[in-house]
C-alpha cells in the first residue's frame, strides 16, 4: 500500500514542472494556505452567513445556466477568462476575508465536480490565486474607504480599487505561471488579449454591482442571475465573429477579411506615401499529396504550410488562406528588395522542413517515408504602386508572377516587375486574372 502510495505520487502531473514554474506554484499555495488561515483565526463572528448563501447559490445557478456557453468559448491553451470572478470580487468587497474564501472555495469545489477531469495541481493553484486575489481586494477596499470615510463617491471609488487589485493579482499570478510553465508563451498566451481585458473588466464592474446590492439585501444577488447570463452570451459573439473570419483547417484568415484588412493597409501607404508588397503562394503538386496519401495527409501538410508561413513573417503582416492550396500575404511598408527577400525566405522555410515530423498522427501510410515528405511551393510577389494601385491588380500581378515561377519549374519566387504589362482586369478571390485558364481554386498545380 506504502509502495503504490509513493507511485502515486510520483507519477503526478506536479513533478513535470520545471524547477522555477514548480517553485511559482507551490509558492502560491502555501501563501493562500497562510493567508487563509489567517483569515479564518480572525474571523470574530458567523454574521454574514446569508450573504454566502445568497452569493454562492447565484453563483452556482449562474455558472450551470452559462455552461453550454462557456463550453463553446473554451478554447485551446491554459487561459480562459469567463465572469465567475463578478461573484468572489462581490463577497470580497462585503464579508470578512474568511467567508470570502469560503464562497470562492465553494465555487471552485463545484467546479471541480463539474469539470470532470483536470489538473489537480492547475486547480489548486487557480483556487490559490482566487485566495490571495480575494486578500488584496478586500485590504484595498478597506484602505480606500478609511480615506473615504462617509462619502457615497468614495464607497464607489474603493469598490472600484477592491475590483481592480483583484483582477490585476489574479492577471499577473497566472501570467507568471503559464510563462513559466510553457516557455515561449506570448504576451496574449500569458494574460489576454483585448477581449480577455474586457472580460475583466466586465467581472469587475458586475462585482462592484454586486457588492451594492447585496449590502441592501442579500438576495439581491439573485438578480443578477439574468443578467450574467446575458452578459455571458454577449462574450460570446466576439468569439462567433472570430471564427467566422477563420479558415478552420489552417486557422488563417479567411480571403475576405484578408481583403478587408489588406484594403485598410493599403489607404494607409497611401496617405503615409509607403510601399506594400503582396505575395500569392502556391502549394506545389498539392493534389499529388491527396491523390497518393489520402485527404487526411494533406489536410495536415496544409495546416503545417500555413504553420510555417504564419510563423516566418512579422506580427504586422496580414495572412490568409486564398483557397485550395493557395496563402497570400500582405507586407506593410514593404519595398520590392526586402519582399523579394521575404519570398524567398518563406519559399526556403517550406522546403526545408519535413513536413512528416509536422503531420504526426496521420502517417499510417507505408508509401509515406518522413525522411523525404517534403512540400515546395511557388511564390509570386507585386509591390504597391509599381505594379498596381489596388488590391485587384496587385492580387492579379502576384498571380500571373507566381503562374511564371511554376511555368519556370516550380519552388521558385519570381515578380510582377519582371513580367510582361498586359491589359488588367479586375480579379476576385477564386477567378483566374486572364479568360485563358480556370479558376484558380479549382486547378491543381
Known amino acids: ?20 514554474a514548480l517553485g511559482m506554484v507551490l509558492l502560491v499555495d502555501l501563501a493562500a494556505i497562510g493567508y487563509g488561515v489567517h483569515a479564518f483565526s480572525a474571523l470574530p463572528s458567523g454574521r454574514g452567513l446569508e450573504i454566502v448563501f445568497a452569493l454562492t447559490v447565484s453563483a452556482l445557478i449562474s455558472v450551470e445556466g452559462a455552461r453550454r456557453v462557456e463550453s463553446r468559448r473554451r478554447r485551446g491553451g491554459a487561459l480562459h477568462k469567463d465572469l465567475a470572478p463578478a461573484w468572489m470580487i462581490a463577497a470580497a468587497l462585503v464579508l470578512h476575508p474568511a467567508l470570502a474564501i469560503l464562497v470562492a472555495v465553494l465555487l471552485r469545489i463545484w467546479w ?7 489538473v489537480p495541481y492547475r486547480w489548486a493553484f487557480s483556487t490559490a490565486v482566487h485566495v490571495l486575489a480575494i486578500g488584496a481586494a478586500h485590504a484595498v477596499y478597506l484602505s480606500a474607504r478609511e480615506l473615504a470615510v462617509g462619502s457615497e463617491l468614495g464607497l464607489v471609488i474603493s469598490m472600484a480599487g477592491g475590483a481592480l487589485a483583484y483582477v490585476a493579482t489574479d492577471t499577473l499570478l497566472c501570467g507568471l505561471a503559464i510563462s513559466l510553465i510553457v516557455p515561449g508563451s506570448s504576451r496574449q498566451d500569458t494574460v489576454g488579449g483585448k477581449d480577455d481585458l474586457c472580460v475583466d473588466a466586465t467581472a469587475g464592474t458586475l462585482g462592484c454591482l454586486l457588492a451594492a446590492a447585496t449590502l441592501v439585501s442579500p438576495w439581491f444577488a439573485f438578480v443578477a442571475i439574468p443578467i450574467t447570463l446575458t452578459a455571458q452570451r454577449a462574450l460570446l459573439l466576439g468569439q462567433l465573429e472570430s471564427e467566422a473570419q477563420t479558415d478552420p483547417k489552417t486557422s ?6 484578408w481583403r478587408r484588412r489588406t484594403e485598410e493597409m493599403l489607404r494607409v501607404s497611401r496617405t503615409q506615401r509607403e510601399p506594400m508588397a503582396v505575395l500569392l503562394i502556391d502549394i506545389d503538386h498539392f493534389k499529388l499529396v491527396n491523390d497518393r496519401h489520402g ?8 495546416r503545417a504550410v500555413a504553420t510555417i508561413l504564419r ?19 500582405a507586407l506593410p511598408d514593404t519595398d520590392l528588395d526586402d519582399a523579394t527577400v521575404t519570398a524567398d525566405r518563406l519559399r526556403s522555410a517550406v522546403a526545408a522542413s519535413p513536413l512528416a515530423a509536422m503531420c504526426a498522427g496521420v502517417l499510417d501510410d507505408p508509401d509515406l517515408d ?10 509570386g510577389v507585386a509591390v504597391y504602386p509599381a505594379d498596381g494601385s489596388t488590391v485587384d491588380d496587385l492580387l492579379l500581378r502576384a498571380d500571373r508572377a507566381m503562374y ?27 477567378r483566374a486574372g486572364t479568360a485563358a485558364r480556370p479558376p484558380a481554386d479549382l486547378q491543381h498545380r
Open 1 to 20: 500500500m506504502v509502495a503504490q502510495s509513493r507511485r502515486a505520487v510520483r507519477s503526478w502531473a506536479l513533478w513535470t514542472l520545471s524547477v522555477p
Open 112 to 118: 471541480r465536480i463539474r469539470a470532470g477531469k483536470c
Open 252 to 257: 488563417l484568415g479567411r480571403v475576405d477579411w
Open 295 to 302: 485527404h487526411l495527409v494533406g489536410d495536415e501538410a496544409l
Open 311 to 329: 510563423s516566418a513573417i512579422r506580427t504586422k503582416d496580414v495572412i490568409g488562406r486564398f483557397g485550395g492550396e493557395e496563402f497570400v500575404i
Open 370 to 379: 518522413p525522411d523525404t515528405f517534403r512540400l515546395t511551393v511557388s511564390i
Open 404 to 430: 511564371a515561377a511554376k511555368a519556370a519549374g516550380r519552388d521558385r519566387v519570381r515578380l510582377a516587375a519582371d513580367m510582361l504589362i498586359e491589359p488588367q482586369r479586375s480579379f476576385e478571390p477564386g
